[in-house]
């Protein structure tokens, strides 16, 4: 897997959702599908007016989630900027002519006068496969991303006990000096935390 595929999975899934955050920091989300793709990253279609537009230009975080029909999850953590405006009728143009059904709704030139296109150049994104066994999950990036840690590790307060490994639904962690998580089998699911006597195992992120 790599970020090329994530996003070439993304396109096939058609219809993400975007979350962002409003002026009061609730969490808001929505279904886009007017999205077009290249190789360097992600450009999608909403109307100025929209609250959507407003949280984008006032905070610009966004997280974009798929789900395949193999149980594969796929999230991009990214800011998004307007596109150039030198480019915006060109994209505007390139998103219509993959999603016809938008000329219903923006018909003629309402488009332009509506419309704004937003880009993602930089994004750090997450595979998350429940349907291999064991799970898989991984990280890249497009662009400038940043790759975060989150999940479980275990320090060197380990006594080698082994009761994390005896209660890991995964079964990824392996005996060693301290015991090791496999991380991209890791289900998140934090039973290697509760069962330490030791209190070895961090969560982290
Ligand atoms: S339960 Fe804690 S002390 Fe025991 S092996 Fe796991 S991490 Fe080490
Ligand atoms: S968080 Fe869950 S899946 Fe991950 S190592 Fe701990 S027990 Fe295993």
Sequence with gaps: MDAQTCLKKLEYV????????????????????????????????????????????????????????YKEMIRLSAKAAPAPEAEQKKLIDTIFGEQPYLANVYPGGTRYLAGIVFEIKDAEIEYFNLGVSPIFREKYVIGNGRITFKGYAITDACIGCGKCAECCPQRCITPGDPYQIQQEHCLHCGNCYEACPMRAVEKRG
């Excluded at 929505?30 to 007016?49: C, L, P, Q, V, W």
């Design 14 to 69: 058609g219809v993400l959702a975007f979350a962002t955050v409003d002026e009061n920091g609730a969490p808001q989300i929505r279904n886009i599908s007017a999205i077009h793709y290249e190789t360097d990253g992600m450009y999608f279609f909403t109307a100025k007016g929209k609250a959507f537009c407003r949280e984008l230009m006032t905070d610009g975080r966004v997280q974009v989630l798929g789900y395949t029909k």
